[in-house]
């Protein structure tokens, strides 16, 4: 797959999380700074890296190892304005693979850390421990992950080949993707896919095929592809969720997106990705 944050490409080394292990050697550590999704960058083009002297005080994330080389995170409230901190959703497109996995993993840890900072058992405050990985309630002993929701999200077209874009309330005229929703407690990813067409664009859905994933940390998503084969094509939106939606054909998709009359999502997201496998050929610009 070719968009960002598709590949892990260090070594997590849990074995090194505990007690602060991936601290004790003498060997070299390079600290990127997060606040919120804001990272450090050089130029507002790559990530910062700092050394371990140079970090701000703040909630340290190991993040692994990669060519003998030990990464590690500082979650702060925010970036200092020397640092050149740009939010990873922009910074994305513009960083290598290695880069774009290792931030996709602090800022998604930074963020859950961020919003889950008591015990869902007691309520009292919890410490974090385990390099970051964990929380840990000293009132009840009860032990908090990270979380991650499973979202699908959807390419689906009709026997005719084209495929339904919708647009959300708050998006501006002209901005389409494709639809998404997040899974729901004993459902099946495929069941899923079909339910959440049904509630948005009214179209039932047969077939349905996995095209690849992609983990979306804002705050903490894991974003399931798929392609899925629509057996009706009358449009009923929810007007909650989506305002309008319509059948693109390839060249329509072509055409619109030359004169922006069509815009769709960047190249950061599987969404892009999804309507670029099914597209074939050039889609022009995105999103700002």
């Known amino acids: 797959m070719d968009y960002a944050f598709d590949h892990a490409q260090h070594d997590r080394a849990a074995h090194l999380r505990k007690d602060d292990a991936w601290r004790a050697a003498d060997v070299d550590t390079r ?40 990464y590690a995170a500082v979650v702060v409230q925010t970036v200092a304005p020397e640092l050149e901190p740009v939010s990873l959703r922009v910074l994305g497109p513009s960083i290598t693979p290695d880069e774009a996995s290792l931030a996709v993993h602090a800022v998604g840890i930074a963020r859950w850390h961020q919003i889950h900072r008591h015990c869902a058992r007691c309520g009292s405050v919890t410490n974090i421990v385990e390099a970051g990985h964990q929380r840990l309630c000293p009132v009840c002993g009860a032990h908090h992950f990270p979380r991650t929701d499973p979202a699908v999200i959807m390419l689906i077209t009709d026997d005719q080949d084209r495929a339904v874009l919708g647009r959300q309330p708050s998006w501006p005229e002209g ?53 899925g084969k629509a057996l009706t094509s009358d449009i009923t939106v929810d007007q909650d969720e989506i305002a309008e939606a319509h059948w693109f054909t390839r060249e329509e998709v072509t055409e619109m997106t030359a004169s922006s009359e069509l815009l769709l999502p960047p190249n950061v997201s599987i969404s892009r990705w999804l309507l670029q496998q099914w597209h074939g050929g050039t889609i022009h610009g995105t999103w700002a």
């Open 31 to 70: 600290v990127l700074v997060i606040g919120g999704e804001h990272v450090a960058t050089v130029g507002g083009q790559g990530l910062r890296w700092v050394t371990m002297s140079e970090a701000p005080e703040g909630d340290w994330i190991f993040l692994g190892i990669k060519h003998d080389v030990r």
């Open 175 to 227: 901005r389409f993707s494709t639809l998404a929703g997040f899974v729901e407690p004993g459902e099946t990813l495929d069941d899923a896919v079909r339910r959440e067409v049904m509630e948005e664009v009214g179209l039932q859905v047969g077939e349905v095929e996995y095209a690849g994933s992609q983990p979306w940390p804002f705050p903490s998503s894991l974003m399931l592809g798929f392609f």
